[in-house]
């Protein structure tokens, strides 16, 4: 069961590490976001147009503290935020992602100690609520 689950972290740390700006493959699903700094404005918002489109494709939300809360991310540089990274304690603690790019998120990911998946979750449907569930770990 370890190497199986060993083995989706790989797979998503990958899709992650293959869509940094300037970088693409086709059927990545988690795109990953540009290296947010550590620390940032204290209960602030920090946005960027990595690409010079025009539109912003990258937003990071600090908390009190200054340490990071939320990425929403443009994957396709159009401005429509489609993948949202979630934290707590500075810990990724879920990804939220719309594949289709309808504005559903249909798939979550949620992970333990910041990088190894527990389980998913998809909306095949389109309804909005996810239908699959696969859990790691169990």
């Not at 204290?42 to 990258?58: A, F, M, Q, R």
Request: hydrophobic share 35%.
């Amino acid at each position: 069961m370890k190497t199986a689950q060993l083995a989706i972290a790989a797979a998503v740390v990958a899709a992650c590490c293959a869509l940094l700006p300037g970088r693409a493959v086709a059927d990545s699903l988690i795109p990953s976001p540009p290296m947010a700094s550590p620390r940032g404005p204290s209960n602030g918002v920090v946005e960027l147009d990595s690409v010079g489109s025009g539109s912003i494709d990258y937003r990071v939300y600090y908390d009190g503290r200054g340490a990071v809360l939320r990425e929403e991310l443009a994957s396709k540089h159009d401005g429509k935020f489609d993948t949202f990274y979630y934290y707590k304690d500075g810990l990724l603690q879920r990804v939220e992602i719309d594949t289709k790019g309808n504005g559903k998120i249909d798939l979550w990911v949620y992970l333990v100690d910041g990088k190894y998946v527990q389980r998913y979750e998809r909306d095949t449907t389109g309804s909005g609520k996810p239908d699959l569930v696969r859990v790691f770990g169990k």
